[in-house]
């Protein structure tokens, strides 16, 4: 599949701090951009996502931007808790629609 | 409550023998998708289906099989051929393109 870059693999930040992950991607069809959160030996939730025509979503303490253009798209979440605490994945669609290339994870630590 | 279920939770099979999951969803979801989860390697998508008898290879489908012949299930088989087995299996589905994922919890296979 096309790649997505998602950069940092591993963050660590104090309680109440905000965090932020980016992602990169190659295929310029791609018009769907989920992210997921996942705890230990659990499976992906899929925690907010944004569309291509839209170039900011915010739901709560979780942000999301995109820029279409450089093909870049970011996670910010603020007030961080400890309970936030979890790898999260980017993913960018395909050009079937139908799947989705993930990023490698960022697995975020937050201390109290 | 509807979801998507994957059993069993932990697998263990010795090499060169066959093996299959199970996923099953009763989310009337058209979609349902295969990926494999390796530790720093993010989620890579062995097969993925849109319909019922109908499904299209991922980017590492090479030693395993699948099936969609109810919109409900779709099961996975991990054949002999395949190199390096031991993961983290995932099954996914949405109700249409590739939008909006719900994961099953998964199904860690450790071959011996």
């Known amino acids: 599949g096309e790649n997505v870059e998602q950069h940092p693999s591993t963050l660590s930040v104090q309680e109440g701090d905000s965090a932020v992950i980016k992602c990169t991607y190659s295929d310029s069809a791609s018009n769907y951009f989920p992210w997921y959160k996942q705890e230990l030996g659990k499976g992906p939730q899929l925690i907010i996502d944004?569309?291509?025509?839209?170039g900011e979503k915010k739901d709560q303490r979780i942000a999301v931007t995109l820029n279409k253009t450089a093909k870049h798209f970011s996670l910010h979440i603020t007030e961080t808790q400890p309970e936030d605490s979890a790898v999260y994945f980017c993913a960018a669609s395909d050009r079937t629609g139908y799947a989705l290339n993930f990023g490698k994870g960022t697995s975020l630590l937050v201390t109290p | 409550d509807g979801g998507i279920t994957q059993s069993p939770k932990y697998l263990f099979r010795k090499e060169g023998q066959n093996v299959t999951l199970s996923c099953e969803q009763n989310l009337n979801h058209d979609a349902m998708y295969w990926y494999r989860q390796d530790p720093g390697q993010g989620l890579r998508l062995i097969y993925y289906s849109q319909i019922v008898n109908d499904f299209q290879k991922g980017d590492i489908a090479e030693g395993y099989s699948v099936s969609r012949e109810k919109k409900e299930s779709f099961p996975l088989t991990v054949t002999s051929a395949q190199k390096n087995p031991t993961a983290f299996y995932l099954c996914?589905?949405?109700?249409?393109?590739?939008?909006?994922?719900?994961f099953g919890s998964g199904t860690r296979l450790t071959v011996v």
């Open positions: 996914a589905s949405s109700s249409t393109g590739g939008n909006g994922y719900t």
């Open positions: 944004i569309r291509s025509n839209v």
